[in-house]
Structures are given as C-alpha cells and as structure tokens.
C-alpha cells in the first residue's frame, strides 16, 4: 500500500511524510496509542521509521501476560544525491501523528538530537 523507501525533497516543505503513508495512517484506531522509532540517517544511509501500537494481551506459557503489538507502517526515507534527510519533514510527521494519536517516540542518539 506504501512504498517501502521512498525519497523526500530537502528544499520541498510542502512534501509530507504523512500523506505518502496515509493508507496506513487510515488503518489506525483513532486515540491509539502509538510508538514511533526512528533509526536517523542523515547522509550516507536509509533513515528507517516505524509506527506500531499495542493490539492485546496474550497469554504466555507460564500464564503471564505479553503485549501484541501491531506494526501499522514501516518504511525508510532517502535523500537526493547531495542531501541530508530533512529533520523538517521528519518533525513534521510527528506533528501530524499528534493531531490524531497519542505518540511516544523513540530515536537513536546519534542524529536525534535536534528533533528533541
């Protein structure tokens, strides 16, 4: 539904992340709580997200509950030659997801810093 890696445009800030997945988006129970992990690449490699929420309890062996989460999108974003990959439009899909969903996001240290 979703292409698996796609490119966005650094100088295009009307490009948005989140209308490239919205078919997944739709696909989202409306006030799901939802975890966004990113893997940020800025220059030389493929950023990955990944959007997944908790779906229900199941049972383990010895009797104890686990979570079953739910991966509702996961895909990785390129740059053009001689880009970075925009941090903007990466900000912005958490936005967009904050209109919607209560989100925790989760991101490698390396290249997350100014989004936090």
Same mark, same amino acid.
Request: net charge negative.
């Given at each position: 539904?979703?292409?698996?890696? !796609? &490119? =966005?445009?650094?100088?295009?800030?009307?490009?948005? /992340?989140?209308?490239? /997945?919205?078919?997944?988006?739709? @696909?989202? &129970?409306?006030?799901?709580? %939802? !975890?966004? +992990?990113?893997?940020?690449?800025?220059?030389?490699?493929?950023?990955? /997200?990944?959007?997944? +929420?908790?779906?229900?309890? %199941?049972? +383990? &062996?010895?009797?104890?509950?686990?979570?079953? !989460?739910?991966?509702?999108? @996961?895909?990785? =974003?390129?740059?053009?030659? +001689?880009?970075?990959?925009?941090? !903007?439009? =990466?900000?912005?899909? /958490?936005?967009?997801?904050?209109?919607?969903?209560?989100?925790?996001?989760?991101?490698?240290?390396?290249?997350?810093?100014? %989004?936090?």
């Amino acid at each position: 539904m979703i292409p698996e890696v !796609f &490119p =966005i445009e650094f100088f295009d800030e009307t490009e948005r /992340i989140s209308d490239i /997945i919205d078919p997944m988006l739709r @696909l989202i &129970p409306k006030n799901q709580h %939802l !975890f966004v +992990g990113l893997d940020l690449a800025v220059i030389k490699d493929t950023c990955g /997200i990944a959007i997944v +929420g908790f779906d229900h309890w %199941l049972e +383990g &062996p010895s009797g104890t509950k686990v979570p079953f !989460f739910k991966c509702y999108a @996961l895909f990785g =974003i390129t740059r053009k030659a +001689g880009q970075e990959t925009s941090m !903007f439009h =990466i900000y912005q899909l /958490i936005e967009n997801l904050c209109d919607t969903f209560s989100i925790m996001v989760s991101a490698d240290q390396a290249f997350s810093r100014p %989004l936090f």
